[in-house]
């Protein structure tokens, strides 16, 4: 392992997230809350540990990132944002402890959305908005953004690219990594402009456009108002949200083809036609299921519920109109299986991600085939191209270690003394990047009362979601830190 490319990249890190903190200070100073001074301190503390790190590392060459290095500086990226994004939280006195600040920065960053805060609204603007703003950063990728930045500093971006970007095979706009990034980042900002007109549109004011944009585009989650998306009980904000959830749940590449002008880029994609089969069944379900159970009195109002819902899980954004937990049993049930698809590949959302499960139901039915037909030679595609058998060992071994992980950690969640349910829900709202849950970290409810040591395990499921596992997981390996 080479550390001074390493403290190179992790210093450019530390100076983006403590320069983003600008934004939130200006809406303190602009209402003089009491939150001014913990922000100025944050930024001081980030950028002078921005500043050690880059001088520790300024000495490194090009060539130097390789991709232990790449795998070490994307997942310790999120860790030292998370424990600067924290201090905001733990200076001003949102939670009681550091643990809990850290809780609510972790997920913030990797756009999961499960809170500690007991009552949201207490807290000034500028703190919201902080909270909010990590969740914008988070979402398209801190590591992306500072791609833009990295080749003027002497440092390759590819490796980076790769060990970041969801899904199994990022998508490559240009052959320049940098105008892939500036490209990723442009529909992610054209996006986030339109949504915020839209809902100012509504009736929101620009703070509140701004910070339930920042949660749409990146699938994330959390909102400024304790009654979340649900409390402004607006027909008109709940379909403008959902429709943009459905955007940051696809591929932006699609969407980057798309503005280009190749209007049948997302209907030629066989993951997001796939996307599309999963959502269109869970919301005829879920809309029916409401409507004939006497849940919502029309036909109109079961659809918009189950829609918003039924989108925002899947997405992994985890906004929420209404107690879905009082809903049918099945709807709930659903919206379980739901945190595990997840968002498709080269998406701000979390899970497993639709290519992922597509590969999965191909690779069983083709098995099947096999049984009645020994000899024959049956290959698995990905629209027209033939996937190979490492993709395929890469696809199904992830789904193995994805299941496995969430096995452990609920169990040693139920160690910890939390119900069944809310252990299965937990971990699997956590690791999937989803917020709420079922049980006690249900749609009304909060992360605050999970024990000490079950907010670590949690913030290490959301980096274990947020990074797609392999690249967490690869640092536990003794030979990531062998030369």
């Known amino acids: 392992m080479r550390f001074r490319v390493l403290f190179k990249v992790l210093g450019l890190m530390a100076?983006?997230?403590?320069?983003?903190?600008?934004?939130?200070?200006?809406?303190?100073?602009?209402?003089?809350?009491?939150?001014?001074?913990?922000?100025?301190?944050?930024?001081?503390c980030g950028l002078l540990a921005a500043g050690a790190l880059f001088a520790m590392g300024r000495h490194s060459r090009t060539h130097d990132l390789g991709i232990r290095e790449a795998f070490a500086a994307v997942s310790l990226s999120?860790?030292?944002?998370?424990?600067?994004?924290?201090?905001?939280?733990?200076?001003?006195?949102?939670?009681?402890t550091y643990t809990e600040a850290f809780f609510e920065a972790m997920s913030g960053f990797t756009t999961t959305g499960a809170s500690v805060f007991t009552n949201i609204e207490a807290n000034p603007r500028g703190i919201l908005f902080w909270r909010d703003l990590t969740h914008w950063l988070g979402g398209m990728g801190i590591i992306v953004l500072s791609l833009a930045v990295l080749p003027f500093l002497g440092i390759g971006g590819m490796q980076l690219y790769k060990a970041e970007v969801p899904g199994p095979t990022p998508e490559k706009l240009t052959p320049r990594i940098r105008q892939t990034a500036l490209l990723l980042w442009g529909v992610y900002l054209l996006f986030s402009g339109v949504e915020t007109v839209l809902l100012m549109f509504g009736g929101m004011d620009l703070?509140?456009?701004?910070?339930?944009?920042?949660?749409?585009?990146?699938?994330?989650?959390?909102?400024?108002?304790?009654?979340?998306i649900g409390q402004y009980g607006s027909a008109y904000i709940d379909?403008?949200?959902?429709?943009?959830?459905?955007?940051?749940?696809?591929?932006?590449?699609?969407?980057?083809?798309?503005?280009?002008?190749?209007?049948?880029?997302?209907?030629?994609?066989?993951?997001?036609?796939?996307?599309?089969?999963?959502?269109?069944?869970?919301?005829?379900?879920?809309?029916?299921?409401?409507?004939?159970?006497?849940?919502?009195?029309?036909?109109?109002?079961?659809?918009?519920?189950?829609?918003?819902?039924?989108?925002?899980?899947?997405?992994?954004?985890?906004?929420?109109?209404?107690?879905?937990?009082?809903?049918?049993f099945y709807i709930q049930y659903l919206l379980l299986f739901l945190m595990f698809v997840g968002g498709c590949a080269g998406s701000t959302g979390g899970g497993m991600k639709n290519v992922r499960i597509m590969l999965l139901v191909k690779l069983v039915k083709t098995e099947l085939h096999r049984l009645l037909h020994p000899k024959a030679i049956i290959p698995i595609r990905l629209g027209k191209k033939a996937i190979n058998f490492d993709v395929m060992g890469s696809v199904t071994a992830f789904f193995v270690l994805y299941i496995g992980l969430f096995a452990?950690?609920?169990?040693?969640?139920?160690?910890?003394?939390?119900?069944?349910?809310?252990?299965?829900?937990?971990?699997?709202?956590?690791?999937?990047?989803?917020?709420?849950?079922?049980?006690?970290?249900?749609?009304?409810?909060?992360?605050?009362?999970?024990?000490f040591l079950g907010k670590w395990i949690l913030c290490l499921c959301m980096l274990l979601g947020r990074l797609e596992i392999y690249t967490v997981m690869i640092l536990f390996l003794p030979t990531a830190w062998r030369r």
């Open 15 to 44: 100076a983006i997230i403590s320069l983003f903190m600008l934004w939130p200070l200006v809406w303190a100073l602009k209402d003089g809350s009491e939150d001014v001074k913990p922000f100025l301190l944050s930024i001081s």
């Open 78 to 96: 999120w860790v030292m944002a998370s424990c600067i994004g924290a201090l905001p939280y733990f200076l001003y006195g949102s939670v009681p």
């Open 207 to 228: 703070f509140e456009a701004l910070t339930h944009t920042f949660g749409t585009m990146a699938t994330g989650g959390f909102s400024p108002l304790n009654g979340s």
């Open 239 to 328: 379909w403008v949200i959902t429709v943009f959830m459905f955007l940051a749940g696809a591929n932006f590449a699609l969407h980057y083809l798309m503005l280009k002008g190749n209007l049948s880029a997302w209907w030629q994609d066989e993951e997001f036609r796939f996307y599309i089969k999963i959502l269109a069944f869970s919301i005829g379900t879920a809309t029916a299921f409401l409507y004939f159970s006497g849940t919502y009195p029309t036909v109109l109002d079961s659809l918009r519920y189950g829609a918003f819902q039924v989108v925002s899980i899947t997405t992994t954004t985890g906004y929420v109109t209404a107690d879905y937990e009082k809903w049918p």
């Open 408 to 451: 452990i950690a609920a169990l040693a969640m139920a160690a910890l003394g939390v119900d069944v349910l809310t252990a299965i829900a937990s971990v699997a709202a956590t690791i999937g990047n989803i917020g709420p849950g079922l049980g006690t970290v249900g749609p009304t409810e909060n992360y605050a009362h999970i024990p």
